[in-house]
Each structure stands twice: as structure tokens, then as C-alpha cells.
């Protein structure tokens, strides 16, 4: 293929990735990422992923996205805006703004497929898979190889123009596109997200112990929250947003236009008294399609009940 069709597609594929509203597209090279195995190997060897046991699983296929797609040749990353335009009543107990709305896995899955389709008609037959934190793929680092932001020292991906507030995603395919280099690193001298954390997750810049993370606790743990995180929880009783909230690069951020991302009235205007009287009925209605359902009722009045004893 000639430099100008490589370039040429890109260009097809970045203009439809605007119009179906991405925030940001970028391209790298797939390949196996060689800088990513000993961070991984570290990580894992220190327990820092918890009970997310999961992470242990498809080790070679999340270094190397050419085994989850034979024959891959781009990692096409994408950011989706989540970053809602009214938050939850002061005083309440507090639900991450990531779930305020419908499930993004649905959401951005359906974007990334109307994205595919686009490629196919405009380009030919490529083959390829659609990703949205649904498989061993390590997000985070193609998109930094792509140039769609660094790693702060909170772990999360941020970009000067937008912030962090947004979601991950990927196209793999077996096009051979141009690729965007990456960008330097903006945090400096900041501490403010490891300053703020309130379980003292971020155990140093750059590395979160995930066993710590108040979203750890909230979501993936199933069992009891340990005694010894008492009065460390902020009201938090679905994930946190604690570190980007303090980030101020997400002075940048603003409202998403994505209809299914808007919330109920009530999850935002709900008192902690309405929490805790909360029942499987409401439960149901209030978080239809939501990433909440991923706790269960149950889960979510543990999650109430550790804040209140």
C-alpha cells in the first residue's frame, strides 16, 4: 500500500470517529509491548490487582493484541466524553460520573460499530475487532502510543485539551495506517491526585495499588470491605472520582452530548436517607442498563452499610 492511500485512510477513519462524536483517535503500530511486560509482571507480583483476579488471565494476549487478532496490523484508539453536565447533590453518598448513565460498554460498543462498518464501505474488507474494556487489551498503553495523552501518576490516561474524564476504546485491525507518535508528560511536579486519595491507593507516582482503590472496594470486591478502610470511603459507594476531581487538567473537561449518559433525576437530587431506605424495586428502575447492576442490590447496600457503621 502507498504512503498516500495509508494516509488517505486514516483520514477516513478519523473524520467518521469525530462525526460519531469520539473525542480523539489515534494510531499505533500492533505489536507485542515490550515496555509494558515488566511493569505488568511488577504489578501483579506485588498483589496490587486485588481480587481482580482476572488480571492474571490472557497474559500473552494482553501484551500482544496480534494474538487476539491474527494478522493485526493498527491499533485504532478512541476516547469517548462522559464528563456529565450536572453532579450528584452535595452531602449525598456518591456514585463515580461514569455511572450515572446507560452501561458504556453498550453505549461506545455500538459507536465503535457504526466506526467498523463506515471502514468497510469506505475502504474494503478489513478484518478486525471492536473493543470496550471487554478483553485483555492494556487501553491504557496503546492510547499513550498513540498520542491521545500520558499516564498520570493517578494511572489514568489524561490529555491537555480534555482532561480524563472519558472512556476507553479500540479497534484492532489488519490495516497497515500511519502511526501518531506519542505525547510528553504533563503532570510536573503535581501531587494533587496522590494527595487526595483517600485510601492512599496511589502508592507512589505512577503505581496504584488497586487492592486500595476505593472502586476496587466498592465494585470488584465481593466479600466484606475490610474494618481497616472505616472512615476512609469519602460517601463513596460505587467507584470514585476522587483523583480526577482534584486533577487540574480536567479544568478542561466539559458536559458530554451522549443522551444515554443522562442520568436519572433522582440519582442525582437523592438524599442519604433516600439511600439508605433504597429498595430492590427502585434499585431496578433507577439503575436500568447502568454499570451499577455490576454490584447488585446487594452490593450496593453493603457498600451503604460499611459507610454508615
Given amino acids: 500500500m502507498s504512503i498516500d492511500l495509508a494516509y488517505k485512510h486514516a483520514r477516513i477513519i478519523k473524520t467518521q470517529a469525530k462525526h460519531l462524536g ?14 509494558e511486560a515488566p511493569r505488568l509482571d511488577e504489578w501483579l507480583l506485588h498483589g496490587y490487582h486485588g481480587s481482580m483476579s482476572y488480571m492474571e488471565n490472557h497474559y500473552d494476549k494482553r501484551l500482544d493484541p496480534c494474538k487476539l487478532v491474527p494478522g493485526a496490523k493498527t491499533v485504532v484508539s478512541l476516547l469517548y466524553n462522559y464528563f456529565p453536565e ?10 463515580a460520573k461514569y455511572a450515572y448513565g446507560e452501561d458504556y460498554h453498550f453505549v461506545v460498543r455500538d459507536k465503535l460499530k457504526e466506526l467498523m462498518a463506515h471502514i468497510n464501505a469506505e475502504i474494503g474488507a478489513v478484518e478486525g475487532r471492536v473493543f470496550v474494556d471487554s478483553a485483555p487489551v ?9 498520542g491521545l495523552g500520558w499516564l ?14 472519558f472512556f476507553l476504546a479500540e ?35 505512577y503505581v496504584v495499588d ?20 472505616s472512615g476512609q470511603m469519602d460517601d463513596w459507594i460505587f467507584g470514585c472520582d476522587v483523583c480526577q476531581d482534584v486533577c487540574p487538567w480536567n479544568r478542561f ?21 433516600e439511600w439508605r431506605e433504597l429498595t430492590q424495586e427502585v434499585f431496578g428502575h433507577l439503575f436500568e442498563k447502568s454499570p451499577v447492576q455490576r454490584t ?12 454508615e457503621d
Fill in 171 to 205: 479497534l484492532i485491525i489488519d490495516l497497515e495506517l500511519p502511526q501518531d507518535g506519542p505525547v510528553t508528560d504533563h503532570c510536573g511536579q503535581c501531587t494533587a491526585c496522590i494527595d487526595a486519595c483517600p485510601t492512599q491507593a496511589i502508592i507512589a507516582p
Fill in 253 to 273: 473537561s466539559k458536559p458530554h452530548a451522549e443522551q444515554r449518559f443522562k442520568p436519572k433525576p433522582e440519582l442525582l437530587q437523592n438524599n442519604k436517607r
Fill in 210 to 229: 488497586g487492592s486500595k482503590c476505593i472502586s476496587h472496594l466498592t465494585i470488584e470486591l465481593k466479600s466484606e470491605i475490610p474494618n481497616h478502610f
Fill in 86 to 95: 450536572q453532579t450528584q447533590d452535595e452531602g449525598s453518598f456518591k456514585i
Fill in 296 to 307: 447488585r442490590y446487594e452490593g450496593l447496600m453493603r457498600n451503604i452499610k460499611f459507610l
Fill in 152 to 165: 498520570g501518576k493517578n494511572t489514568n490516561l489524561i490529555s491537555k485539551q480534555v482532561g480524563s474524564f
Fill in 138 to 146: 492494556l487501553e491504557k498503553a496503546w492510547a499513550v502510543k498513540s
Fill in 22 to 35: 469520539f473525542l480523539s483517535c489515534g494510531l499505533s503500530k500492533a505489536g507485542f509491548l515490550e515496555d
